[in-house]
């Protein structure tokens, strides 16, 4: 089993539209939890951190679930410019920094 | 947020020959710097923990005395890729960490080909 699993997509979606992703962890001892943006050719950039209470940010919110190990995002009002990879990352245990990345889920965003 | 550098953003290199990579915060200090590679279509694969002063921590699979690190100061790190061959080819991604969260910042990545 994958430490982090994603479906890669494509989700093709029309703009408007809201999009869920989810996103399984295998070491139950992670504590941080982050969704990460990647456009194409480009370094992932932090779309937000991940809290055991569930967290928004404009259009994104974000929910952890620890006794089942997955975490989600969701996207509402999808925007042209939303299209891209998202990259659920796991920190790899208890007091560590080292990240785990998922492969990632594509996103499109049609007009 | 801080500002990671990296250095070159792309490299050409014929095979056999090494190839250096820097990675700079450009406005705070990180002991700890971490080096990430990705292939097309595929996640980020973690290559090695680089830590200011000590050695390095590969990951395993990870060739150490293939993929040089150096972490001479609190804002630089380097990865030399040494006698570099075409399956050497990727996306090299640096990431340097604050000390105080631990969150990450990641580099704008240097692509590298070997013909």
């Known amino acids: 089993r994958k430490e982090v699993e994603q479906d890669p997509g494509p989700f093709n979606v029309p703009e408007g539209a809201t999009v869920a992703f989810n996103c399984t962890y295998s070491?139950?001892?992670?504590?941080?939890f982050f969704w990460y943006r990647q456009d194409c050719r480009k370094e992932p950039k932090l779309l937000m951190s991940v809290y055991s209470s569930g967290n928004e940010d404009g259009r994104f919110t974000a929910q952890l679930n620890r006794a089942s190990q997955y975490i989600s995002l969701l996207i509402r009002d999808s925007k042209l410019s939303d299209s891209a990879t998202y990259l659920c990352?796991?920190?790899?245990?208890?007091?560590?920094?080292?990240?785990?990345f998922g492969t990632g889920t594509r996103l499109k965003v049609l007009a | 947020g801080a500002v990671v550098s990296q250095h070159p953003s792309r490299v050409i290199c014929k095979s056999g020959t090494s190839v250096k990579i820097e990675c700079r915060s450009l406005d705070f200090q990180a002991t700890t710097m971490f080096w990430y590679r990705q292939f097309p279509k595929k996640s980020l694969m973690l290559m090695a923990t680089s830590n200011e002063g000590s050695k390095a921590t590969y990951e395993q699979g990870v060739e150490k005395d293939k993929f040089l690190i150096n972490h001479a100061s609190l804002t630089l790190s380097t990865l030399t890729v040494t006698s570099a061959h075409p399956e050497d080819s990727s996306f090299y991604i640096c990431s340097a960490s604050l000390r105080t969260s631990g969150e990450q910042f990641f580099g704008p990545g240097t692509r590298l080909t070997v013909l």
């Open positions: 070491n139950s001892a992670s504590q941080s």
């Open positions: 990352v796991v920190n790899s245990g208890a007091g560590t920094y080292k990240y785990i």
